[in-house]
């Protein structure tokens, strides 16, 4: 093998689209016009290995399951179903089995799918190569490819390898997924600066993407794991998966459950066991109530329920979610860090404004779609028999194909030729009368090297017109007129070039159109050296990717929300801001690039992503780089994407957002959530929802432990004070999973609070029960106590039996849960009205079915048998549920107490 060749793929050693073309064949070792000799090959494979992504090291299938059930939470639930399990209790105790095998498998089977991430880069390689070997062109499988190997592609090609372009003829390829670029990337052999970023290296083809047009000769720099493709593939490797601030949170949550357990039963065991000298049995039946009543067994499943609400109601508004708990940390993103292509964009040029020598002019619209205006100073354009011809040379002198399918427009072809078709519909010209009336008899194809199309047509009368667009310096150079209402005037060139100047710093792509008529030319193989200098300008035409409209509410709604909406792209750096203006993102003026991102150390960044919310020109590794620095200043973030680009940052990110249409399987696979319609308003959507579920977790939480606390505190008062027990753990076991969960159940089908989008998003840290959750779960878990004993009590004072006595404490508890329902509905807000509890349907549902369920537990002879329950009499029903009235009013004090309080303070009511 050629010494020349050995350490190639040495890192970032070469940066090989700063070099030329003979430079890069000369240190590969390699020949251009013969390519690699076959002994030369098998060497070098040996060295580097084949041209294919490596595998990376998977966990066993066995070792996956197993890891769904180290969850604290778990370990509770578990311990749960033991102790019902030494009580007897099989039902409860596979039910709460069934609740952990259920949520495991979800957990095993959604971790599946995402590992199939990084096999859908590996698919994007080509499967075969057109190469030089030994003097001749052969096509050989992509995987034997080898630094040094000469590659010949062609339009429709995909990219084998990363390679060195050494020669060209109207090169484009599609670039989208590395980049995010919405139009194809013109290829050069002159070699690039050493620090531009990958979008700006013009001299090189890089693995896995797609030639557009013309065609090339490249000599491959880097194979398998070494390309660009490469790289961002082990990246997608090394990015580890964040737990979601949920599963933090409940994750602390158990541990702090199971720790205050464990030292209360501790405790209680002791004080009873030798203070009160009670014997062993009755003790330790007495603290394993204790721990039944206190763990909030129906949790898990409530949670999951309620996540799985929110995964459907999401679905209705076109985000799929793809793993459960991505749902809830929608609730707490406060920011957003969006792709510009295709996501804020249509990711579909289109034509926003032209230039005549008489006006200029805006035009509007949704992308390909034909429908839409030509706007004069914000109203519809007079006829212009200039705009006519514009519109005549927009259909002609055109090579592209736009297609309406499925209800989409897709364009065959350049997207920017694609663009003109409904710009001329707009003007009010019909693509079908132009091309029948105007004949093309020859045409200068573009090609990147003069930069400019000419057509020449004839009409049904035999007269011929010369039509030609192109780069506007090129098209102002061959024109000494310019086309007026009035006629041809000579050419304004300084009018020109600054309304091109304009255009292009507002982010827009600039055309020039010009036209000649009766040029006097044979159709007989045109050249571009016969475009003659005598043209006449019709006008400039500037085209953007323009945003989504219902984009610009959505950022809106975003920020007025606390979230902050900031665009990561591989766009030029004066379209990104153009962009971010008219969507509101930033200030409109401040953005960074990927080469400043590259020089900046991490606490550098960390301070700018505070202050910049436009970065441009960004590769993978400062997009992964990005995201990790909002997240060191403790912000949940959501990342989106559509690009192979994207999918590592995607991982990375909090929550990581795909395309559903025009994304990649690479980031679909790597991302959380995917959009079905692309639509950024459908993430705003999906945040919504996310909100609600955040919220409704919040309520059941609150919902579910002042019930714990009140049970637990009943028993430890009697064991404490002396008295017999008011309530059994059977019973306890009754009102935890039955009662409690089939009215927690309730709070998860709950609506979106009005505000719920005029709110901050959740604080990164903050725990799952705060300051004024404590609150609340002490002073209702006291006043459910103080309800539980006094109608225990009073019916012991009425001489009644212990088991009927017992039986109206559990039915004061339970009916005490169903009102304090009604008041945990809303935080804080009142709930004293009817209008308060209308939007919930399945609010009676549920009340109804407890109160069914009671009436058994109350008077079912089987029932009685089991839990130990006796009938009721008529009497006690009037003063029962005149105590859980009482309840009910004194909450709803506490509630008006605390809005009172807020209002005083001037804080905000949802805090």
């Keep these: 093998m050629n010494d020349a060749a050995s350490g190639i793929q040495q890192g970032e050693a070469t940066a090989w689209h700063a070099v030329t073309g003979d430079e890069a064949i000369q240190r590969l070792g390699t020949n251009a016009a013969a390519g690699l000799a076959t002994a030369d090959v098998t060497a070098r494979l040996r060295q580097y290995g084949p041209n294919r992504l490596p595998a990376t090291g998977k966990q066993s299938q066995l070792r996956r399951l197993l890891n769904q059930f180290h969850n604290v939470l778990v370990y509770v639930l578990l311990g749960c179903g033991f102790v019902k399990l030494m009580l007897g209790l099989w039902i409860d105790a596979s039910v709460i089995l069934g609740v952990v095998v259920i949520n495991s498998v979800l957990g095993f089977v959604q971790e599946g799918k995402a590992e199939k991430a990084l096999d859908s880069i590996r698919n994007m390689l080509s499967a075969e190569a057109r190469t030089l070997r030994d003097g001749e062109a052969r096509m050989i499988a992509s995987e034997d490819l080898v630094p040094g190997d000469i590659v010949l592609l062609e339009s429709g090609d995909k990219v084998p390898a990363d390679l060195r372009l050494v020669e060209i003829k109207n090169l484009r390829t599609e670039e989208a997924a590395l980049t995010g670029e919405s139009v194809p990337s013109d290829k050069s052999v002159d070699p690039a600066a050493a620090n531009a970023t990958v979008g700006d290296r013009h001299s090189m083809a890089y693995s896995g993407t797609l030639v557009v047009s013309g065609r090339a000769t490249g000599v491959v720099v880097a194979t398998g794991s070494n390309t660009e493709l490469g790289r961002i593939n082990q990246m997608l490797a090394s990015v580890d998966k964040l737990e979601t601030p949920l599963l933090r949170q409940i994750t602390k949550f158990g541990h702090t459950i199971t720790a205050v357990i464990l030292v209360v039963s501790a405790l209680v065991f002791a004080y009873g066991h030798w203070v009160e000298q009670l014997p062993f049995v009755d003790i330790f039946q007495a603290v394993v109530g204790i721990a039944v009543s206190v763990i909030p067994e129906g949790l898990p499943a409530i949670i999951t329920i309620t996540l799985a609400i929110g995964v459907q109601r999401m679905a209705e508004r076109h985000a799929i979610i793809r793993r459960l708990p991505a749902v809830e940390t929608l609730g707490s993103v406060s920011r957003i860090c969006s792709d510009k292509t295709g996501t804020l964009t249509l990711m579909e040029m289109m034509v926003v404004s032209a230039v005549t020598a008489d006006a200029a002019y805006e035009v509007d619209g949704q992308g390909y779609a034909p429908e839409g205006r030509v706007l004069h100073d914000g109203k519809p354009a007079p006829q212009d028999p200039v705009l006519d011809l514009m519109g005549r040379v927009s259909v002609l002198c055109n090579d592209a194909e736009l297609r309406h399918e499925d209800g989409i427009w897709k364009v065959e072809g350049d997207p920017t030729e694609g663009a003109l078709y409904p710009f001329a519909a707009k003007i009010g010209l019909a693509r079908d009368a132009l091309e029948a009336t105007y004949r093309r008899a020859d045409v200068i194809p573009f090609e990147s090297e003069h930069k400019f199309m000419a057509t020449l047509n004839e009409d049904t009368s035999g007269a011929r017109c010369l039509l030609v667009k192109g ?248 064991i404490l004070v002396g008295f017999r027990m008011p309530i059994t753990t059977p019973q306890v076991l009754w009102v935890n999973m039955v009662t409690s969960v089939a009215l927690a159940l309730v709070i998860s089908f709950e609506p979106h609070e009005p505000d719920v989008m005029r709110r901050p998003p959740a604080k990164t840290g903050r725990p799952i029960l705060t300051g004024f959750g404590m609150w609340r779960v002490a002073f209702v878990g006291l006043g459910l106590v103080a309800l539980t004993l006094w109608v225990f009590f009073r019916a012991i004072g009425h001489d009644m039996p212990d088991e009927v006595a017992r039986t109206a404490a559990v039915n004061a508890l ?58 009721l009499p008529a009497s006690v029903w009037p003063w029962l549920l005149l105590a859980d009235v009482v309840f009910f009013l004194v909450v709803e004090a506490e509630k008006w107490v605390i809005r009172r309080w807020r209002a005083m303070k001037g804080v905000n009511a949802t805090a």
Aim: proline share 4%; hydrophobic share 45%; net charge negative.
């Design 471 to 718: 780069a506007p310096e090129v098209i102002l150079e061959h024109c000494n007129r310019q086309q007026t209402r009035n006629g041809p005037q000579p050419l304004d060139l300084d009018y020109f070039l600054q309304a091109s100047d304009r255009l292009a710093a507002q982010g827009e792509r600039v055309l020039g159109l010009a036209w000649l008529d009766d040029p006097g030319m044979a159709s007989q193989s045109l050249a571009p050296s016969d475009l003659p200098a005598t043209l006449v300008l019709l006008g400039l035409i500037g085209l953007l990717d323009p945003p989504r409209k219902e984009a610009i509410e959505s950022v809106k709604e975003c920020h007025a929300g606390g979230i902050r909406v900031t665009m990561i792209t591989g766009d030029h750096k004066i379209t990104a801001a153009a962009i971010a203006r008219m969507l509101g993102v930033g200030d409109g003026k401040t953005a960074l690039t990927g080469a400043e991102i590259e020089v900046m150390d991490s606490a550098t960044l960390q301070a700018e992503v505070e202050r910049v919310d436009v970065f441009a020109r960004a590769s993978p590794e400062h997009k992964l780089r990005l995201v990790k620095a909002m997240q060191a200043d403790n912000q949940i973030v959501a990342m989106t994407g559509d690009g192979v680009n994207d999918a590592p940052a995607l991982k990375k990110a909090d929550i990581g957002v795909a395309m559903g249409i025009k994304g990649t399987e690479v980031t679909r696979e790597a991302a959380a959530m995917v959009l079905a319609d692309d639509n950024f308003a459908s993430i705003t959507a999906a945040v919504r929802e996310g909100r609600t579920v955040y919220n409704n977790i919040e309520k059941t939480i609150l919902f579910m432990l002042p019930t714990n606390v009140a049970q637990g505190v009943v028993i430890m008062a009697a």
């Design 814 to 871: 339970t009916f005490g849960q169903i009102f304090y329902l009604l008041n945990t509905r809303y935080r804080v807000e009142s709930s004293l009205s009817i209008k308060a509890h209308m939007g919930n349907r399945y609010l009676l549902m549920g009340i109804g079915s407890v109160i069914v369920l009671q009436l058994l537990f109350t008077y079912a002879p089987p029932l009685q048998e089991l839990f130990g329950t006796a009938a």
